[in-house]
């Protein structure tokens, strides 16, 4: 996506050589009017000058790709004029990952390439538990005088991927008749003794037990506790109130919810479960449970590219009059949407709306999990407030058996939803 | 404690976005802008009075610049202590110019000058981030009202007026530049290039318009009246404009 702005930087000369003509003009002096005309060159500047021709290509290289936490990891970011005039006024920030920051050297450089030519930015970040997708790099480029401006995404993949692994996902009873990895409570076919019943008039032969037969001549059938596939549907809290962070240079929870869903998503793939995606905020991302590699892709990029997902917050000027009445509509076209599966809510618990959310769909049948990243610190009086709200909230949803996962977006994700499963769904 | 000591270390970061003028183009801007003052004033008492102005002006820089870039207690009161030092110097400077020259007309050409370099480096240091424009402009508007007194009070030649003309929107296009490049990049960013062609390349618009000025100055082109060539002008202005809607 390209925009050309017109800065208007010139627009002042004109002020200027009018001042000069007036002066000039009042104490009849003929060389005033000379250092008017010269001013009528520069308001006549911007115009003589064409946009440029914005064609830049961008390269990307780490160090390391998928570094320990808190290393140093050093980018190489190298821009190439494609096009075929000389860019005299490029400005470039290259799409820093939303989680990490940059510790040495800086990520934006302000340079002139000549067709064909190359520009290197070096900085390095600190890694961060992880796996940060760049986002675009963002290249303006203005004329010679400065009076057009023009504005460009130059994308290359670059993913940074630190220890980010999940072991396993705490997942809840409610499942699909299909055959997987989640041991159920039910009995059947599987790999973990469950009980002993008596025979059934189509009880498979294979499972009845010989030895019990032998001894007292009673047919009995061994049970297995059967292993089912779970339908999983990942749903994100990007409304306003989510992009909060714990200071400026932290990273706001909607980061940490995506990230967290990313790997989240990863792990339930990796054991065969069925995933899909959702949002209740900003617009409205809604991919089905589904798996199979493309199915997997797509949920990828939904995640990095969708505009739900946004890692600025929304701004002022789409902020909704009635959020709550919103919420409730947004709700209420998902509830039909997800039927009975398994939810995991993203969300940092900033308002009531949130727990209401959870409610609502643990109501509809949904067994939800809610993960929480904690954004709340406690700096100020009005900080520990929400602290306290934030708890509250989070012992509510507890109390009405629904399992929660109180994450500090500097732990271990693993860890924290490992405490779940002690805890018990 | 972890996530305090953490966030220490963050604020700690060299590389932050911090909001500032672009470093190189400012220094050329205050430089151009005296270039300018220089021409008109070209009376030795008022280069003497400009001289202790500068050196007002590069203390209130340099102290302005060290406390933009490090807010300690211990630096913050020597870095506050040297711009108002600076000054002080260059309200020195301006009672000089007040009381020192002979005739009346040069004490008041040189004034506005004065005080809009201080302008000019307070809008570049900055001393208010947010107003780094204002400041500019009020600045050079300042170092030209100084270019037009001169023109009024006949105290250089044409050629030089229009040179300190040219070289003081010249200024303003650095130091407007270096704002813009501050405020999208920060000032950790190496800039230092697209600043010098920029910076170039309205030098040679200045110098081209100049050169043409003065040749069509020079063909002598009698009989044009004084009101034919204001009324070229103001046409001038206008095509301008309407070019630019």
């Known amino acids: 996506m390209t925009t050309v702005r017109r800065t208007r930087r010139w627009r002042g000369v004109v002020a200027v050589v009018l001042l000069a003509l007036a002066v000039g003009v009042v104490a009849k002096r003929p060389s005033l009017l000379l250092v008017a005309a010269t001013g009528i060159a520069f308001a006549a500047y911007p115009a003589v000058t064409t946009p440029p021709e914005l064609d830049v290509s961008v390269e990307r290289r780490l160090d390391v790709d998928s570094p320990a936490v808190d290393d140093t990891v050093t980018v190489t970011t190298t821009l190439r004029n494609e096009g075929t005039e000389m860019l005299t006024d490029l400005r470039v920030v290259d799409g820093v990952p939303a989680m990490l920051s940059v510790v040495d050297g800086s990520p934006r450089v302000a340079t002139a390439l000549r067709p064909g030519k190359e520009a290197t930015i070096e900085y390095a970040v600190r890694a961060e538990r992880g796996v940060h997708r760049f986002e675009p790099t963002t290249v303006v480029g203005r004329d010679i005088s400065g009076g057009t401006e023009v504005e460009t995404t130059a994308a290359t993949k670059t993913v940074i991927e630190c220890s980010a692994r999940i072991p396993a996902v705490p997942l809840r009873k409610l499942t699909r008749n299909r055959t997987g990895q989640l041991v159920t409570d039910r009995g059947g076919s599987g790999l973990e003794f469950h009980r002993i019943k008596a025979y059934e008039r189509g009880d498979p032969v294979g499972r009845i037990d010989w030895r019990r037969f032998a001894r007292s001549r009673e047919l009995t059938t061994v049970e297995f506790r059967e292993e089912r596939l779970a339908e999983v549907v990942l749903c994100v809290d990007t409304r306003a109130i989510a992009y909060r962070a714990r200071s400026p240079n932290d990273p706001h929870a909607v980061a940490s919810a995506v990230d967290a869903a990313e790997r989240i998503a990863e792990s339930l793939f990796a054991s065969g479960h069925r995933v899909g995606l959702a949002t209740i905020g900003r617009g409205s991302c809604w991919l089905p449970a589904g798996s199979g590699p493309d199915h997997e892709d797509q949920l990828r990029a939904r995640l990095s590219t969708h505009p739900s997902f946004s890692m600025s917050p929304p701004p002022p000027s789409e902020t909704v009059d009635d959020e709550d009445a919103d919420l409730d509509r947004q709700l209420s076209v998902l509830r039909e949407r997800l039927g009975t599966v398994q939810l995991f809510l993203l969300t940092p618990l900033c308002d009531d709306g949130a727990t209401r959310a959870a409610r609502t769909f643990e109501a509809a049948g949904c067994a939800v999990t809610v993960v929480s990243p904690d954004v709340t610190t406690d700096a100020t009086a009005g900080a520990r407030l929400a602290r306290i709200g934030r708890r509250n909230r989070l012992r509510a949803l507890r109390s009405a058996g629904i399992p929660t996962v109180d994450w500090r977006p500097d732990d271990r994700l693993g860890t924290a939803l490992a405490t779940v499963e002690r805890w018990g769904p | ?245």
């Open chain 2, 1 to 245: 404690m972890i996530d305090a000591e953490r966030r220490q270390s963050r604020a700690a970061d060299a590389s932050l976005f911090r909001r500032r003028p672009a470093r190189t183009s400012g220094a050329i801007a205050v430089v151009l802008a005296a270039v300018a003052i220089a021409l008109v004033a070209d009376d030795p008492g008022q280069r003497r009075i400009l001289a202790v102005a500068l050196v007002g002006v590069t203390g209130f820089i340099a102290g302005g610049t060290l406390w933009r870039r490090d807010r300690s207690a211990g630096v913050t009161v020597v870095a506050v202590a040297v711009a108002i030092i600076g000054t002080l110097v260059l309200v020195s400077a301006l009672g000089l110019g007040l009381t020192r020259p002979p005739r009346y007309v040069e004490r008041i050409e040189l004034l506005p000058g004065l005080a809009g370099l201080w302008l000019l480096a307070a809008g570049l240091v900055p001393l208010r981030l947010g107003s780094e424009r204002v400041l500019v402009d009020a600045g050079t508007g300042l170092v030209f009202l100084t270019v037009l007194a001169g023109g009024v009070i006949q105290s250089s030649p044409p050629r030089t007026l229009l040179l300190a003309g040219v070289v003081t929107i010249v200024a303003w296009d650095i130091a407007e530049n270096a704002v813009s490049l501050g405020g999208q990049l920060g000032v950790a960013a190496g800039t230092v290039r697209a600043e010098a062609i920029h910076a170039v390349g309205t030098g040679v618009v200045g110098a081209a318009t100049v050169g043409l000025v003065l040749f069509i100055n020079g063909l002598n082109v009698d009989g044009v009246p004084f009101a034919g060539l204001i009324a070229m002008l103001v046409a001038g202005v206008a095509l301008t404009l309407f070019y630019n809607r």
